[in-house]
């Protein structure tokens, strides 16, 4: 156990608080039932069986749909519980008691590594643990006699201990009220006082068994901390909700993060790097964390700021000279002989990417015959997906009853414990996205079944949990379904968690469904600000000590580069940049892509060896004509992604430059390209409408353009 410099016990005495309500926003849905896809689609009873069930939800969440892929599955799903780590605060049911822990990490040149070191326990023995209630960013935890209220960027750990006096295990732990400093905790009695039980701390007088758990920054103004801390605890969160709303014109997605509680009053918060700037009042020090150093303010809620300048879901129109075209026309060709991929629920639906970007490119160049040919291969194994035909059938979706989710028959990657859903499940809706869009009778057959497994990794559909794999106050998605691990949970492919939001939009607007739309739209945005901060490394300053600014996998305590499959820098990075799609230009700063094609040719010891494809079309945004000469190298190709798909992103870089963010579309049907004084826009319409995209700079209209259903326009003003 790492010492504990000092601790300091504070007693505060806290005025009357009045109760309240949970926000029903943040209740889950009530009961498990299979959805009905409607029209011509199908799913199975039963397939791949998880294999842990829920056995630890308590009181009112027995035998509801509950969320995966969340820092707290693991109490959900194991004997006792891995760290449910909450930024700057984690704990660990032990059979001693409820450790809580918020240790520094440590850098080395591969990895940043958060210990857990308890320093506080409490009660104990515990012989079991329950999840009794959660929302948008905060969990419940009964373990024995207490029950552990967990809120991600808070640094106060709320208790209450029901049927036995409040004990804490504290043995560096001083009761003479003076001012702590270094690495310190305070501990706080709802209007009772401590008394020292040799290494236990009682608490006598406690309103409702009520005791609060608060780690003090580093560099903390000691006046201005104690009134914070005293008003945070007094009122303890009993309920969280997340909002985000997209604003068209500004082009910006705003994430708004609520904690509720007892009584009202602000909170302490703390803010992650791409939080900073969200509101409240600064205090003075900072939490150290894996993802960079934490700040601090007290405020009634966070407002987070994303980027959202627009979006391409389709081919754009780009001036094709004609051996450029013809050179992406047998690429097309090439794509089309290859050999089909193969596999379950990820390779399989890798390959329905791979056939969907075809179609796109097709479409872009206006080949007729092609533009027919990749859908009339992506139908039936789109259908095949989409269909159950009884036992004997290869592949499949079935609906499980024991979590509540859709889980594609076979499994790979552990995909029946709901690992990677958002990254297998989204191949498939954007492929059904570009099938619909060409094909009615698709649209109209398998739309509800598609409707639905894009629901089952958004959440918020009758049968399913109200989310699934996002994290609202981490701003991304996380990838294991049950969290079996020490470091918590972890997400290895950012790019294909960004991948899965856009195909949300890309269905969303085929379908005429607006809700989906802004979903996806609002979704696409917070994760792509977040993957280009904690996976490539822009605008962050990585814990001194990493030699990277990739990482290959962020956990909730740590960060590795490194993959779960391999050690080589191209997979560390490539992973990070599958598939390519038109959705890909979220990373295309020019001087943050030439940074990293040199960081991976030095880390690499030349040019890479597998998926040149990738780096070829990365290094595009900053040198389009560097990228086309490794194109025509003919390098290894990625799965997921065509040769046609990444000749011409390239050729649409070279022609149109970077995309330019002062320069703002109203819809994601737009993006502008390019010098801010003459941008290129670039319009696509994937819808069954015609459509008219205006175009802003600075809140000034400079252009508004229309285009009809299906088509792409693009202009330079």
Sequence with gaps: MRAVAALAVLVLLFGCTSGGEPDPAAAPPATIAKPDPGGAGSFADSGATPSKPPAQAGGALEGQALPTNQRWRSGVARPLSQPPWSHPVAVRATPEGMQVSSAPPAASANAVVTPFEPAVTAGGPIGELRVVEYGAFHV?????????????????????????????????????????????WDLIADGGSWRRDGERLVATGAREGRVAVAKVPDGVDRAAWDAAVKEAAAHPVEATTATMAYDREAGTVTQTLTAKRRGGGPGVWALLPHQRGGGGRELAGQYPDALGAMSVVEADEIRVIAPMPGLLTEAPSIPLPGRARAEIVADLDRD?????????????????GRLATIAQVAQGVDDQRRRKEAPDRLRPQLVDWLTYRGPGDGRYFAYDKTWGGLIAVPPEFGSQDYNDHHFQYGYLVRAAAVLAAADEGFRR??????????????????????????????????????????DGNNQESSSEAVAAWEAVVRWGSVRGQDDLVELGATHYAMEAATARMYWLGEGLDRPEGYSHRVAGIVWDAKIDYATFFDPRPESIEGIQLLPVTFGSLYRANPDAARERSAALDRAAGGRPRVWGDLFAADLAAADPDAALRRLGQNPPREDSTSRAMVGYYVRMLAAFGAPQPAVTADAPYGLAFGDEARPTLAVVNPTGEPRIVTFRKEGEVIA????????????QQ
């Design 140 to 184: 419940v935890l009964r373990a024995g006699s207490v029950e552990a209220t967990l809120v991600q960027g808070s640094p106060i750990l709320y208790l209450r201990f029901d049927r036995a006096e409040p004990a804490l295990t504290a043995p560096d732990a001083t009761v003479d009220g003076q001012a702590a400093r270094g690495d310190e």
């Design 704 to 715: 508004r353009i229309e285009v009809a259903p299906g088509e792409a326009v693009s202009r």
């Design 445 to 486: 057959d398998y739309g509800g079944a598609v409707d639905l497994i894009a629901r089952e990794y958004t959440g918020g559909a009758p049968g399913f949990p109200p989310f699934r794999v996002f994290n609202p106050y981490l701003g991304r998605s996380a990838a294991s379904g049950f969290a079996p691990f020490a």
């Design 336 to 352: 089309l002989a290859a050999k089909p991929g193969a596999g379950g629920s990820y390779f399989g639906m890798k390959e329905l």
